[in-house]
Structures are given as structure tokens and as C-alpha cells.
């Protein structure tokens, strides 16, 4: 069974954007959850839909672009935004492959 969500959760938004000293553990890193379950992710404009969610989610937890004078911020959101971004890659990955395989299974059935 499909799981319906991708989960996002980086250790870069703990230590770039909340500004933490140490590294956090990938636990207590923040996270959320990104709906696909009405995507067709056999589909090109599907996965498009999710990468755009899975931007959109990761915009929301590393916060607003910071002022564009403040230089270390900037670098630390973008950094924030790529490792959100790329933890949620496997997961989006994977869902897209099972809808994928599901589809070619019913359509080598002959059903519809």
C-alpha cells in the first residue's frame, strides 16, 4: 500500500536557519508532510506537481528569504532549502516507482 505523504526533515534547517552551534540529531529536526495520494506520479506533470510541493514545503520550513544584505543567511537558507529538498528525494522516489510499477502490472493484466 502507497504510503500518501513524502516527509521532509533536515538537520541543515537546524543548524543553518535556526542558527544552532551543534549538530542536531536527524530526529529533532523539523519536519512535515507533503499529500501526493491525488498525483499521478506515473506522469511527468505528476512528478512535476510533487517537486513543486516538495519546494514549497521545504520554503515553509526554512523560513523567508532573509534580507539579500545579510549575506550568511542567505548562504544558510539556500543551504537549508537544497538539504530539505534532497532528504525527500528518496521518498518522492520511491512512491513515484511503486505507481509507476502498479500501472504497468494492471495494464500487462489487461485491466483497466
Do not use: H, W
Amino acid at each position: 500500500m502507497l504510503k500518501a505523504f513524502a516527509t521532509i526533515a533536515t538537520t541543515a534547517l537546524v543548524l543553518g536557519c535556526a542558527g544552532a552551534a551543534t549538530q542536531a540529531a536527524a530526529g529533532d529536526a523539523p519536519k512535515t508532510v507533503v499529500q501526493y495520494s491525488d498525483l499521478n506520479l506515473a506522469s511527468a506533470s505528476g512528478q512535476a506537481q510533487l517537486a513543486a510541493r516538495i519546494s514549497a514545503a521545504a520554503s515553509a520550513l526554512c523560513g523567508p528569504a532573509p534580507q539579500i544584505v545579510d549575506l550568511a543567511a542567505v548562504q544558510a537558507r539556500r543551504a537549508c532549502l537544497r538539504a530539505a529538498v534532497a532528504s525527500s528525494t528518496p521518498s518522492a522516489q520511491q512512491a513515484t516507482a511503486l505507481q509507476v510499477r502498479s500501472r504497468e502490472r494492471v495494464a500487462a493484466s489487461g485491466e483497466q
